[in-house]
């Protein structure tokens, strides 16, 4: 059996989609190993203006000059870790979509763990404190309790 | 004490709604953010004057007295909503406000000052937006102060209000001055 040309073409085309970036042609490198360089740091960079889009995928004004400067950066030969000095140095950790860590970061690192560990702590520790086994019945309750059970039976 | 117990989860809410309440009403921004030079030397620039003006603002225009340095741009709304608290401060209360002028056009710069006032004691033109990228500036306007050693101590970023002015920056301008 075979698709219909068009059919291929369009299944073709849906495979090899990338996701949508806002980096522009005439913004790209021209050696392809810098400019993947670029699509990486570009990944782990917030933009600023659009708090939860990397600078690739946002249109903001500032995105693109980030990019830019990424990509002057390293035609001008900065390791990766020195381009996202380069930008935190400016903007601050907030900058980085995968924060460092950090004396200031700890809790966000860790936070959750520990309010996981520290909910199960509390229910471990609520079974074991249920309370005790009720103590049998004394001569006296049982008489009782016969007692008002017959009157029950017996109307 | 145990029969109170089931108010806790109640006594929980409420605590979290007084917390996100006060957050709310505060008027604080939640997407601004705190500048990573606090308390660095400002980065060195020098910025052109806009055209037919003699001043344009560099690095060292700064210290001897705590200032301020407004980014601003023509194009930009909050920035004319602000201007009669910059200005304020500039004219009335003589501190020194120094100017970034923000991606603009330059004939468009001029025109606005001409129309809105001129409080600014220099006026430097970031047409590429370079400088305002080096002082971490992801918005206009901001505005930062600058203490006497030529370092940043301040930045708010958005339009000034007045009270910010009264509760942030003139306690910390008086501070800085002594």
Same mark, same amino acid.
């Given at each position: 059996?075979?698709?219909?040309?068009?059919?291929?073409?369009?299944?073709?085309?849906?495979?090899?989609?990338?996701?949508?970036?806002?980096?522009?042609?005439?913004?790209?490198?021209?050696?392809?190993?810098?400019?993947?360089?670029?699509?990486?740091?570009?990944?782990?960079?917030?933009?600023?203006?659009?708090?939860?889009?990397?600078?690739?995928?946002?249109?903001?004004?500032?995105?693109?000059?980030?990019?830019?400067?990424?990509?002057?950066?390293?035609?001008?030969?900065?390791?990766?870790?020195?381009?996202?000095?380069?930008?935190?140095?400016?903007?601050?950790?907030?900058?980085?979509?995968?924060?460092?860590?950090?004396?200031?970061?700890?809790?966000?690192?860790?936070?959750?763990?520990?309010?996981?560990?520290?909910?199960?702590?509390?229910?471990?520790?609520?079974?074991?404190?249920?309370?005790?086994?009720?103590?049998?019945?004394?001569?006296?309750?049982?008489?009782?309790?016969?007692?008002?059970?017959?009157?029950?039976?017996?109307? | 004490?145990?029969?109170?117990?089931?108010?806790?989860?109640?006594?929980?809410?409420?605590?979290?709604?007084?917390? +996100?309440? %006060? $957050? =709310?009403?505060?008027?604080?921004?939640?997407?601004? /953010?705190?500048?990573?030079?606090? @308390? &660095? *030397?400002?980065?060195?620039?020098?910025?052109?004057?806009?055209?037919?003006?003699?001043?344009?603002?560099?690095?060292?225009?700064?210290?001897?007295?705590?200032?301020?340095?407004?980014?601003?741009?023509?194009?930009?709304?909050?920035?004319?909503?602000?201007?009669? +608290?910059? %200005? $304020? =401060?500039?004219?009335?209360?003589?501190?020194?406000? /120094?100017?970034?002028?923000?991606? @603009? &056009? *330059?004939?468009?710069?001029?025109?606005?000052?001409?129309?809105?006032?001129?409080?600014?004691?220099?006026?430097?033109?970031?047409?590429?937006?370079?400088?305002?990228?080096?002082?971490?500036?992801?918005?206009?306007?901001?505005?930062?102060?600058?203490?006497?050693?030529?370092?940043?101590?301040?930045?708010?970023?958005?339009?000034?209000?007045?009270?910010?002015?009264?509760?942030?920056?003139? *306690?910390?301008?008086?501070?800085?001055?002594?």
């Amino acid at each position: 059996m075979r698709a219909p040309p068009i059919l291929a073409a369009l299944l073709l085309a849906l495979t090899l989609a990338a996701p949508a970036f806002a980096v522009e042609p005439q913004e790209q490198l021209a050696d392809p190993a810098l400019e993947a360089r670029a699509r990486e740091l570009g990944q782990e960079l917030r933009c600023l203006v659009c708090q939860n889009q990397s600078i690739d995928d946002s249109n903001a004004d500032l995105a693109r000059d980030l990019r830019t400067i990424v990509r002057e950066r390293l035609k001008a030969g900065d390791s990766n870790a020195q381009v996202l000095d380069f930008v935190t140095a400016r903007y601050g950790d907030y900058v980085l979509l995968r924060p460092p860590l950090r004396a200031g970061t700890l809790a966000l690192w860790f936070g959750p763990v520990v309010l996981l560990f520290a909910a199960i702590a509390l229910l471990i520790l609520r079974r074991r404190r249920r309370p005790a086994e009720a103590a049998p019945l004394s001569a006296e309750e049982s008489r009782r309790l016969a007692r008002l059970m017959d009157e029950e039976q017996a109307p | 004490m145990r029969r109170l117990l089931f108010l806790l989860p109640l006594l929980l809410l409420a605590a979290l709604a007084v917390g +996100v309440g %006060t $957050k =709310l009403l505060s008027g604080s921004d939640p997407q601004s /953010l705190p500048s990573a030079l606090i @308390d &660095k *030397p400002l980065p060195a620039f020098d910025l052109a004057a806009l055209p037919g003006r003699s001043d344009g603002l560099s690095t060292g225009n700064f210290g001897g007295a705590p200032m301020l340095l407004n980014v601003f741009a023509s194009w930009c709304v909050p920035c004319l909503a602000e201007h009669p +608290v910059i %200005t $304020k =401060l500039g004219r009335e209360d003589g501190i020194p406000v /120094l100017a970034i002028n923000y991606k @603009d &056009k *330059p004939e468009d710069a001029l025109a606005w000052l001409k129309r809105n006032g001129d409080p600014y004691l220099r006026i430097g033109a970031d047409v590429e937006g370079r400088t305002a990228i080096d002082l971490g500036v992801y918005g206009v306007p901001e505005t930062f102060v600058i203490d006497k050693a030529g370092r940043i101590r301040y930045r708010h970023p958005g339009p000034l209000t007045p009270d910010i002015v009264d509760r942030e920056i003139r *306690p910390l301008l008086t501070e800085l001055a002594k």
